[in-house]
Each structure stands twice: as structure tokens, then as C-alpha cells.
């Protein structure tokens, strides 16, 4: 069965610093990986998806991922983060062929000025 | 371009009542997937229609079915309301089935 684990449900940092969160997934195959963002009250946006390639994704808001098949791996970077950044993100793994998604429980960020 | 869009906002029922809950796809997005995300969790999967058939379901009991109409757009029915299906309630769309984008998502709450 497939799973997520985002084991950070919370995180603070200072405006400015740098952000890692973790993802690690569960999937049969090779997977598609996600991460969504969610602001309070409203839907998922997408930041950045991989399906194959390049392991080192870019995405959207300056955000990337890396890949890591040995890990079981999908964390989410930015280098410098911006108060707007602060909201819940969501890594998912699935989508291969139509697959549904399988979302982690959310890591949920503050920033702190 | 609009986007995923999805009627209504919110919602208020009672125990045992029903709901229609509605979403109109990205355009020229074909698959319809509903997601359930109780407060503080992760959204969990539904179920999926393409071409007007449900193609997978995960794991709610029979009181959740949808249906998918010509026009791509879809309609998520609950049945016999319980407390527990107070949540947000989450459409998303895709072309096949792959990146999947999300609507803005329908508040229910039953009481």
C-alpha cells in the first residue's frame, strides 16, 4: 500500500532562513511526487511535481525538491523563506497512470518576523 | 483560464440529511477525483470518474457516490449524514489522470 510520511507537523523559522521539510513515501513502483501548499481555509495549490528526470525539481514561490530513490525521499527546500510562505504543505506520492493521490498528514509553517 | 471551481463554499445540514456537493473541472481536464480532509489531516481520496464511470474508489462506504456528466463536470452525494463527515470537501481535476489541481473546496459541516 502506498504512504506518506511527513514527520514535522509543525515548523517555525526566521524570515529570511532557509526551509527544509521532510517527505518520505511507500509506492510500488516508481512514484510521481507532489507537494501542495494550503493556506487556511482554502484549496491545494500545486508547487512542483516529479515524474522522471532530472531528480532536482523547481517549482513554483522559488521552491524546489530532491529526489532520492535510496531514501525513499522527496523533502521540499527554499532558500530564504518569505512571510507570505507561512501555511500548510502537503507531499503526495501517486498519479502514475491516473493513480489516486496519497497525501502525507501536512507539515504546518510559521514564520517568524 | 479558469480553474477548478466547486459549489458551494459552505454548508450546514443536519444528521441523516443528504448533500449534493458539485465541481467544474480545469478546462480540457477529462478525470474528476473527491478528496475528504477532516480538520488537521491530510485530504484522503474518494473516489475518481473518468469518461462518466467511476474508476477507483478508496476506502468510504457506499453512502459517498458521484456521479461524472458529458461536460466533465461532477457531483459527490452523501447520503444519511453523520457527524463525522464534517469536513472540506476537495475536487480536483486532471487530463488522464497525473497532475491533479484543486479546486477551492466545499466547508461542510453537519450538526
Redesign the interface.
Known sequence: AQS?TQPDIHITVSEGASLELRCNYSYGATP?L?W?VQSP??????LL?Y?WGDTLVQGIKGFEAEFKRSQSSFNLRKPSVHWSDAAEY?C?VG????????????TRLAVRP | DAG?T?SPTHLIKTRGQQVTLRCSPKSGHD?V?W?QQALG?????IF?Y?EEEE??R?NFPDRFSGHQFPNYSSELNVNALLLGDSALY?C?S?F??????????T?LLVL
Do not use: I, M
Open positions: 506518506v510521481y507532489f501542495y481555509g482554502q484549496g491545494l495549490q500545486l511535481k515524474f502537503f503526495a498519479g502514475v497512470g491516473g493513480d489516486k493521490l496519497t497525501f502525507g498528514t501536512g | 477548478v466547486q478525470t477525483s478528496y489531516q491530510g485530504p484522503q481520496f475518481q473518468y474508476r477507483q478508496g476537495l480536483a486532471s488522464g489522470g497525473e497532475t491533479q489541481y484543486f479546486g477551492p473546496g466547508r
